[in-house]
């Protein structure tokens, strides 16, 4: 179910603000990343040195054997060492120019992976930390496949992005500066005439890189829905297969992810499409290149140009439309990884709904338990309340019962005592402080919940109790699961407490679920109870049982209860008949039924066939 009231947040498309902010997560490690820089440096220089080196090879020791050598050269074999020793030298000095360039490159993108890699640590970390701390009020309006797509896939690719992505990006960039200077200063003019084709590239990389953009937000946004698509059905396969709704399933998801190839396709074919166009252009430059330095060698005497310098200019061509090319290519990733970065600031940017206030007061160590509600109202759509003036005083240790149809408001009347949503109108206090003032940790610790839908986490049964009270020994988590009478039933499991669960628990039943979840309540021992119909998943024997323990654990503890149960009702110290979001009668079971009101109705339609059960069972107990 969806509500309104989560604070929407525009998508950034300044992406220079997003590049900003992705620095932030970069800046802790400047250090690294300067040694990284220097590698890449030094890698990009002796990459250069390479065509110049075949180059000086041609002019000196096969083309113009008799032309003067430069400086370094003769510094390195003297000035009357013959040919062979020469040529052997330039050759040494190139192959040690790739090793040098290949170590360097090895060094520096091992160092920005480590580099990469804990930035994508802190970015997960940083999101699963807003997403608890968000309200309730987000998640009905967010898919879960959604959100972990955010914190999956969108970190994914940015880490791919700005790790060796990255690198090769600012590898390029330098190679292009380096190749552009050693150009000029071979020769300017087959420099300028290579450049001629600079414009055209240029042009076609601004035409494709709009289309680009757009077409892998598009993607990034589809394959949210996709994960969406795919966790609910991974979640809802029972149902699914109960009602035999495979084919439609199947279908809903097909459409979906038909969305999500028809985006990847387009932004897959708008990149292929620009590979094509750079090949095109490159070959026409080191066209141009043949052909004006021929011309420069034949039209001139001497010539304006070497036979070396044309080769070394053909492999500086080439590598100076491989940056290019090769930036073209990471720019679709690059547009990628922006777009999964605004996903994710817009996740970081969401506003909580419900906010501790800067010096909020905290409860004392020793909570009484006396609950008002004074004029209380919530509604999560405008104009549609859920809960109307609403006032209700529960004195320490009184259990109250909420009775009443669906959707007359029970869950939120909780909901609010624990703060997952804030009053609109009116206040709740806990011994004469406001919830609100109160730290949203500090009140939780003070309530222990037992919801209707018990959720268990993946790990064993001796866990999933201490989630209750992390401090806990295996002592006292077989004590707190002796008074849910759940150690009988865990015992005969293979593995005792140590006995893994599934996802949710499913190797479980409703009701031992049900029971690991009221053990986890009982281990925390709060001074206010809040029960969702503890007791509404078991056998009506167990129910006993477990009652009884409920019971002892009631004494002396304010207890706030869901009520879908006779035997919970009986025993309330007060009735609280809640409809349309108003409460309508309140007093003892025996009371309101004399009143013959809508507690009456309700429980002659609802609650007399329990009673036709329950009693029977009760009396069959021992001792009773």
């Not at 407490?497 to 039943?509: A, C, D, F, I, V």
Request: net charge negative; glycine share 6%.
């Amino acid at each position: 179910m969806r509500r309104a009231g989560a604070i929407e947040v525009q998508k950034p498309k300044d992406t220079g603000n997003v590049l900003r902010r992705l620095y932030d997560y970069f800046a802790p490690f400047k250090r690294r990343l300067v040694a990284v820089g220097v590698f890449l440096v030094l890698s990009v220089l002796a990459d250069l040195a390479a065509p110049y080196l075949i180059g000086v090879a041609i002019d000196q020791f096969i083309a113009q054997p008799d032309a003067p050598a430069p400086v370094w050269l003769t510094w390195i074999i003297g000035p009357d060492a013959p040919r062979a020793t020469g040529l052997t030298a330039v050759m040494v000095l190139l192959l040690l120019s790739y090793i040098s360039a290949w170590i360097l490159n090895v060094i520096q993108f091992r160092l920005m992976v480590r580099v990469s890699q804990r930035v994508l640590l802190s970015m997960r970390t940083q999101i699963l930390d807003q997403l608890h701390k968000l309200s309730l009020d987000f998640f009905d309006q967010s898919q879960a496949g959604d959100l972990m797509s955010r914190l999956t896939n969108d970190t994914q690719v940015i880490n791919d992005m700005f790790g060796p992505g990255l690198m090769r990006i600012l590898r390029m960039s330098l190679s292009l500066v380096g190749i552009v200077i050693a150009m000029i200063a071979l020769n300017w003019r087959l420099a300028l005439a290579s450049f001629a084709i600079l414009p055209l590239i240029l042009g076609a990389t601004a035409y494709f890189s709009r289309r680009v953009r757009r077409a892998y937000r598009e993607t990034r946004k589809t394959i949210g829905d996709v994960s969406a698509e795919l966790q609910e059905n991974i979640s809802g396969i029972r149902e699914v297969q109960a009602f035999a709704r495979e084919n439609e399933t199947i279908n809903e998801f097909r459409a979906v992810n038909l969305r999500n190839r028809d985006a990847s396709v387009t932004a897959e074919t708008l990149s292929a499409v620009f590979m094509p166009v750079l090949d095109v252009l490159s070959t026409l430059a080191a066209a141009v290149v043949i052909g004006f330095g021929g011309y420069l060698v034949l039209g001139f005497s001497p010539p304006l140009v070497t036979v070396g310098i044309i080769v070394a200019f053909l492999n500086y061509v080439r590598r100076f439309y491989d940056p290019i090319r090769e930036m073209a290519n990471l720019y679709g990733q690059m547009q990628s990884a922006i777009a999964g970065a605004e996903r994710i600031f817009e996740l970081l940017d969401t506003e909580q709904s419900v906010k501790d206030e800067p010096a909020g007061t905290c409860l004392p160590e020793r909570v009484d338990g006396q609950i008002v509600y004074e004029d209380v109202s919530f509604a999560y759509k405008e104009d549609e309340p859920v809960l109307d003036n609403i006032n209700v005083i529960i004195n320490p240790g009184q259990m109250i019962a909420l009775v009443g149809p669906t959707g007359a408001g029970k869950t939120t009347f909780v909901n609010l005592l624990l703060r997952l949503y804030d009053v609109q109108s009116g206040r709740i206090t806990i011994d004469g402080c406001d919830v609100r003032s109160v730290p949203q940790a500090n009140l939780r610790e003070a309530i222990g919940m037992v919801p209707q839908d018990t959720y268990l986490f993946s790990s064993n049964i001796m866990e999933n109790i201490r989630y209750g009270r992390l401090d806990a020994t295996d002592e006292e988590v077989i004590a707190a699961a002796k008074v849910a009478n759940a150690d009988d039933f865990i015992r005969r499991l293979p593995d005792g407490y140590q006995t893994r669960l599934g996802e949710r628990g499913s190797n479980l039943s409703q009701g031992h679920r049900q029971m690991i979840a009221i053990s986890r309540a009982i281990l925390n021992s709060p001074k206010i109870l809040v029960l969702d119909e503890a007791t509404s998943s078991v056998d009506t024997r167990t129910e006993l049982l477990i009652q009884e323990a409920l019971d002892k654990l009631m004494e002396d503890r304010t207890s706030v209860v869901i009520a879908h149960r006779l035997s919970t009702i009986r025993k309330a110290d007060q009735i609280l008949v809640i409809q349309d979001g108003r409460i309508v009668e309140r007093g003892t079971h025996t009371e309101l039924l004399a009143q013959q009101g809508e507690y009456h109705e309700l429980y002659m339609s609802q609650f007399r066939r329990q009673e036709e059960i329950y009693e029977p069972v009760e009396a069959a107990e021992p001792g009773s």
